[in-house]
T-cell receptor, first 112, second 117 residues
Framework: DVKVTQSSRYLVKRTGEKVFLECVQD?????MFWYRQDPGLGLRLIYFSYDVKMKEKGDIPEGYSVSREKKERFSLILESASTNQTSMYLC???????????FGPGTRLTVL | AQTVTQSQPEMSVQEAETVTLSCTYDTSENNYYLFWYKQPPSRQMILVIR??????QNATENRFSVNFQKAAKSFSLKISDSQLGDTAMYFC??????????????FGQGTRLTINP
C-alpha cells in the first residue's frame, strides 16, 4: 500500500515564524502535491511537483514556497506565518501516468 | 478553468438507508476523470470511487455507485445500505488529464454525511 506521511498532526506557531511542513511518500511517485483544506472551500492546491527540484504554482501559492530535493520528500514552507494561514494542510502523491492521488493524514496548523 | 460544485453542505440519514450525494462540474474538456473521496473524522482522505469520462457505464464499488451524466455534467454518489462507518466528509473531484507533468485535482466544497444509528 502507498504510504504518505506528514511530519506533524498538530502544529502551533506564532505570527512571523518560518514554518516547515514535511511530507514523505514511499512509493517512488513522481508527482507530489500540497493542498489546504478550509470549511466550505474544499481543498485548494497550493503547489505541486512533478520531479525532483521541479515545482509549479497551484491556485493559491501566495505566502508559500516548496522544496523537493529528494523524490520521496516534498516540503511546504511558510516564510512568515500569518493568522490567515491557519488551516488543515494535506499532502498527496501520485504516480506518473496514473490518476489516483494518495493523501497523508494532514497537519492542523494554528498561527497565533 | 474547471469548477466543481457540491450543493449539499450536510446530510444525515439513518443506518441502512440509501443516500445520494450530488456533484456538478463545469469543463470544456471531453476526456477527464471524476472521483469521490471520503475523509472520516480521523482525517485520512481515501478514494471511494472513480469514473473515466469516456466510459458510459457507471462505476460501482460494493455499496458505492455513481450516476454519471456527461451531458448534464453531473456526478452523484449513491451509498446503499449505509453504515455508521460511512460517516465522513465526502469530496467530489475532477481531474483533467495532462500528458506530461502532474495531474491536478479540482475539489468541490464537500458534503458532511452523518449516518445515525
Amino acid at each position: 500500500d502507498v504510504k504518505v506521511t506528514q511530519s506533524s498532526r498538530y502544529l502551533v506557531k506564532r505570527t512571523g515564524e518560518k514554518v516547515f511542513l514535511e511530507c514523505v511518500q514511499d512509493m517512488d511517485h513522481e508527482n507530489m502535491f500540497w493542498y489546504r483544506q478550509d470549511p466550505g472551500l474544499g481543498l485548494r492546491l497550493i503547489y505541486f511537483s512533478y520531479d525532483v527540484k521541479m515545482k509549479e504554482k497551484g491556485d493559491i501559492p501566495e505566502g508559500y514556497s516548496v522544496s523537493r530535493e529528494k523524490k520521496e520528500r516534498f516540503s511546504l514552507i511558510l516564510e512568515s506565518a500569518s493568522t490567515n494561514q491557519t488551516s488543515m494542510y494535506l499532502c498527496a502523491s501520485q504516480g506518473f501516468g496514473t490518476d489516483t492521488q494518495y493523501f497523508g493524514p494532514g497537519t492542523r496548523l494554528t498561527v497565533l | 478553468a474547471q469548477t466543481v460544485t457540491q450543493s449539499q453542505p450536510e446530510m444525515s440519514v439513518q443506518e441502512a438507508e440509501t443516500v445520494t450525494l450530488s456533484c456538478t462540474y463545469d469543463t470544456s474538456e471531453n476526456n477527464y476523470y471524476l472521483f469521490w473521496y471520503k475523509q472520516p473524522p480521523s482525517r485520512q482522505m481515501i478514494l471511494v470511487i472513480r469514473q473515466e469520462a469516456y466510459k458510459q457505464q457507471n462505476a460501482t464499488e460494493n455499496r458505492f455507485s455513481v450516476n454519471f451524466q456527461k451531458a448534464a455534467k453531473s456526478f452523484s454518489l449513491k451509498i446503499s445500505d449505509s453504515q455508521l462507518g460511512d460517516t465522513a466528509m465526502y469530496f467530489c473531484a475532477f481531474m483533467k488529464p495532462l500528458y506530461s507533468g502532474a495531474q491536478k485535482l479540482v475539489f468541490g466544497q464537500g458534503t458532511r454525511l452523518t449516518i445515525n444509528p
